[in-house]
């Protein structure tokens, strides 16, 4: 059963910086690619970021790049989203998500239960 553990977030002000964890298990991690998605009050699902199986490549919306940075950890089977210069308009829910390939594609199959980020003064 695949299970993926969010942590990581809280409360940041404008302009500073968090880092979510993800911790997966019930597959193998190294074979398939993962992204992180958000979700803010009263708004629809955003992808934010997606990576490769093996890190090789690296995608991000247009609202992120430039201050998020994706990564993973196959030893650890834990995926990171590294977020810096952050905005109130960051605010949301973020999700860590499993993809059904091991290249990336927003072909998404399995869901974290997310973690809280604020940005606020």
């Known amino acids: 059963q695949v299970q993926l553990v969010e942590s990581g977030g809280g409360l940041a002000q404008p302009g500073g910086s968090l880092r979510l964890s993800c911790v997966a298990s019930?597959?193998?991690?190294?074979?398939?690619?993962m992204s992180w998605a958000r979700q803010a009050p009263g708004k629809g699902l955003e992808w934010v970021s997606g990576?490769?199986?093996?890190?090789?490549?690296?995608y991000y919306a247009d609202s992120v790049k430039g201050r998020f940075t994706i990564s993973r950890d196959s030893a650890k089977n834990t995926l990171y989203l590294q977020m810096n210069s952050l905005k109130p308009e960051d605010t949301a829910l973020y999700y860590c998500?499993?993809?059904?390939?091991?290249?990336?594609?927003?072909?998404?199959?399995?869901w974290g239960q997310g973690t809280q980020v604020t940005v606020s003064s």
């Open positions: 019930g597959f193998t991690f190294s074979n398939y690619a």
């Open positions: 990576i490769h199986e093996d890190g090789s490549g690296a």
């Open positions: 998500v499993k993809e059904r390939n091991a290249a990336f594609s927003g072909d998404f199959d399995s």
